[in-house]
């Protein structure tokens, strides 16, 4: 305690009775504000002591006697005008007077009101909408409490000392649009606790201890989150579970949400991912989860949405494969500026739906063959930037498969040896004399189609192509080669190829698949 209240304060109590009136005519309201503010800030901790410095509340034996009385006063003065430091609700229940609640038309004010322990008022307005409870000591709510407000749209239970909330507690509250219950002490939520909030908008459970009781017996269960807690919120925009201790999630945890914008569950233990854990979210554009022991997450990347692994800080400079990213829903993959020196041949074996690969500005010398293989839908690619063959002769990748080298003033004998299996290489209008034997062998029976027109090709081996069996289309016309230097391979048919005549007059075969 600050000071004993002996026989001497009750005195003096019944002296500021007499003399309250002379008092304030003498100051005015403001010594009743002033002594409320100095409370405040002695209870924060904030105040050591009052507007007269030498008065310190650290070593009141020292204080002379006319500092001791007017600390005494203005102690017994602030709790005649605030009635008590904390309040507390009896069993039976208590009035909002007598916890000093304020309602003004539908909004019911008891934020920061000291109230303790079990709240249970039992003369709440039946058309209140709007109910502020945060920043209290409320450890327990009746499950009763807000039975008759069936108009209730926003409630604020955020900064107290909640540890369980009855199943019934909103069982009534079906227009309920907003709920906080954040920064509070909960640790299990019971499985149809929010069933009957069907317009919920905005659901805040961050900042508690979910999960920390988390395990499974015999004869019980209590999941951080049951797999069907949100079931029936299906107007739910906004989800904040962050900072808790949610060790996983059901693969069907968010599957009725919709409408859901925003979801927060950084700051946990969540330890994986399903594959297609926001597939049933279509709305949903931000993500955060960060600070997870997800195999990604510790690599460096983040999931700013479902849609987008940001990997622009990778770690290591190899990226691999992660079986913790919801991958079905991961159609951008950024690695730009990673410092990236490898790409593992399966690292994207699992983005069935990914569209955009952004690999730029990297230190990669080399790519696997198949590393495309599974991503059908891909169809921008960017490897600029990067020391592999093909980039520093100017191509650039169209889609996974097709690669553009036309006009780039390539010269000499053509040697490509990074590109990853291609069906389509057009290397046209440029001043290759001559094409590696082993050029086209990588791309085996995947290559469809190679333009190699207007270049200055005088020799061109018979064996090209032999690894080609699905080669469909070969392109010479406007080169010096002449149909007596050059024969197709017998794979291919020269005899219905479309002769092309050059400047020269001298024909030009496109070789044809049987």
């Known amino acids: 305690m600050l000071y004993n209240l002996t026989d001497k304060a009750i005195k003096w109590q019944r002296f500021l009775e007499r003399h309250q009136q002379a008092t304030e005519q003498r100051s005015g309201p403001r010594s009743r504000s002033f002594a409320v503010k100095e409370l405040q800030a002695i209870k924060q901790g904030s105040r050591t002591h009052l507007s007269n410095p030498r008065v310190t509340l650290r070593n009141p034996a020292k204080l002379s006697a006319m500092s001791r009385t007017m600390l005494l006063r203005l102690i017994l003065l602030a709790i005649h005008i605030t009635g008590s430091l904390c309040v507390t609700c009896p069993s039976i229940g208590c009035s909002l007077e007598s916890v000093g609640c304020q309602v003004l038309n539908t909004v019911l004010k008891c934020s920061g009101k000291d109230i303790t322990g079990s709240l249970n008022i039992n003369n709440l307005p039946t058309n209140l909408e709007t109910i502020y409870l945060n920043s209290n000591r409320i450890s327990n709510v009746a499950s009763t409490q807000f039975r008759n407000l069936r108009n209730l749209k926003r409630l604020y239970l955020s900064n107290n000392q909640l540890t369980h909330l009855a199943l019934e507690l909103f069982s009534s509250n079906q227009e309920l649009e907003i709920l906080t219950l954040g920064n509070n002490l909960l640790t299990t939520l019971d499985q149809n606790l929010f069933l009957p909030l069907v317009e919920l908008l905005t659901l805040d459970l961050s900042h508690n201890q979910l999960g920390s009781e988390h395990f499974k017996t015999d004869t019980e269960v209590r999941p951080a989150l049951h797999a069907r807690q949100f079931v029936s919120n299906t107007r739910l925009q906004m989800l904040d579970l962050y900072s808790n201790q949610i060790p996983m999630l059901s693969p069907i945890q968010f599957i009725s949400l919709s409408s859901l914008e925003t979801l927060r569950?950084?700051?946990?233990?969540?330890?994986?991912?399903?594959?297609?854990?926001?597939?049933?979210?279509?709305a949903l554009v931000h993500l955060d989860v960060r600070y997870n022991p997800l195999d990604f997450v510790e690599s460096g990347c983040v999931l700013p949405s479902p849609a987008s692994l940001d990997c622009t800080k990778l770690k290591g400079g190899v990226f691999n494969s992660f079986a913790d990213v919801p991958a079905t829903t991961v159609t951008s993959i950024d690695l730009s500026f990673a410092n990236l020196a490898k790409v593992s041949s399966n690292a994207l074996e699992h983005y069935k739906n990914l569209i955009m690969f952004n690999a730029s500005n990297n230190q990669l010398e080399s790519l696997p063959l198949n590393i495309f293989d599974a991503n059908k839908q891909l169809t921008t690619v960017d490897f600029s930037a990067n020391p592999l063959d093909f980039v520093l002769l100017g191509c650039s990748m169209v889609g996974r498969d097709k690669v553009n080298c036309t006009r780039r003033g390539i010269e000499g004998q053509l040697t490509l040896r990074d590109l990853p299996r291609m069906k389509l290489i057009d290397i046209s209008g440029n001043f290759l004399d001559s094409v590696e034997s082993e050029c086209f062998s990588p791309h085996a029976d995947y290559l469809e189609v190679i333009n190699l027109s207007h270049n200055r090709i005088v020799d061109l081996s018979a064996a090209t192509f032999d690894?080609?069996?699905?080669?469909?289309?070969?392109?010479?016309?406007?080169?010096?080669?002449?149909?007596?230097?050059?024969?197709?391979?017998q794979h291919y048919d020269y005899r219905v190829a479309v002769e092309v005549v050059n400047d020269a007059g001298n024909y030009f075969y496109a070789c044809l698949n049987y």
């Open 467 to 489: 690894a080609n069996s699905n080669l469909k289309q070969v392109s010479l016309e406007g080169n010096p080669i002449v149909s007596d230097d050059y024969e197709c391979d």
């Open 265 to 282: 569950l950084n700051d946990n233990n969540i330890a994986n991912l399903s594959p297609n854990q926001f597939t049933e979210n279509p």
